[in-house]
């Protein structure tokens, strides 16, 4: 038996999110989506993230062009760029503890995911910031991650984990990883580990120091 929150991160893309969002449906399992702001500029996308917050699903903050993690940019501005405008964007599809998932670059849990005016704007604007335990890497290795991500259940009493709703065919094998995961005792659940979310709405609740950058910012003079 495992606790398993599912995430999926990068979308929405009209060819990939319906069928993950039937999928979840027929399942009755909910889920985060942590989208990218640019992409809910187009109408239809934006539609997807409407359908699936009125299915019950939470919409998350997963930066506006997830280019560089916010812990490399040098730009003083990045998080009203990245966070801020994606958070105007998502609107009234927020959830009200706003969260917010920084781009690891390929799934690292380091320094390279924040920097201090970015906690800076996370605590001013009451965010919470979501961090992960599971990351199969479905996005290299689309046909083959559901047995790691099998592994990293069973590792741990509670995973989230981090799924892409990308074209890549790896959410072809989402309904056989879900269907394997319940038969092997998988509780679903909504909610996030409280050892993944170091910031609460604006609150640090958990040390991190690890994923904080001390990049030197240039500021124009």
């Known amino acids: 038996m495992f606790d398993l929150t599912l995430t999926f991160d990068n979308g929405p893309e009209p060819g990939v999110t319906p069928r993950v969002l039937d999928i979840l449906r027929?399942?009755?399992?909910k889920a985060t989506f942590f989208v990218i702001g640019e992409k809910l500029g187009d109408p239809v996308r934006r539609q997807l993230a409407v359908r699936a917050h009125d299915e019950g699903h939470w919409i998350g903050n997963h930066t506006f062009t997830h280019t560089v993690p916010l812990g490399q940019q040098r730009d003083p501005a990045a998080a009203q760029n990245e966070i801020g405008r994606t958070q105007a964007t998502i609107g009234d599809l927020a959830h009200t503890a706003r969260w917010f998932r920084p781009f690891g670059g390929g799934g690292n849990l380091d320094e390279r995911l924040l920097k201090p005016s970015?906690?800076?704007?996370?605590?001013?604007?009451?965010?919470?910031?979501?961090l992960w335990n599971a990351i199969p890497r479905d996005w290299a290795d689309p046909d083959g991650w559901v047995d790691r991500a099998l592994e990293q259940c069973r590792s741990q009493p509670w995973?989230?984990?981090?799924?892409?709703?990308?074209?890549?065919?790896?959410?072809?094998?989402?309904?056989?990883?879900?269907?394997?995961?319940t038969e092997a005792g998988a509780r679903?659940?909504?909610?996030?580990?409280?050892?993944?979310?170091?910031?609460?709405?604006?609150?640090?609740?958990?040390?991190?120091?690890?994923y904080v950058s001390n990049i030197e910012e240039s500021v124009t003079p």
Do not use: W
Request: charged share 20%.
């Open 26 to 29: 027929e399942r009755g399992i």
């Open 118 to 130: 970015v906690v800076d704007y996370l605590t001013g604007h009451k965010h919470s910031c979501v």
């Open 159 to 181: 995973s989230l984990m981090v799924l892409h709703d990308l074209p890549t065919g790896a959410m072809n094998h989402l309904e056989r990883f879900l269907d394997r995961a």
């Open 188 to 210: 679903f659940h909504q909610d996030f580990p409280p050892g993944c979310v170091p910031i609460r709405s604006g609150e640090i609740v958990l040390p991190i120091h690890a």
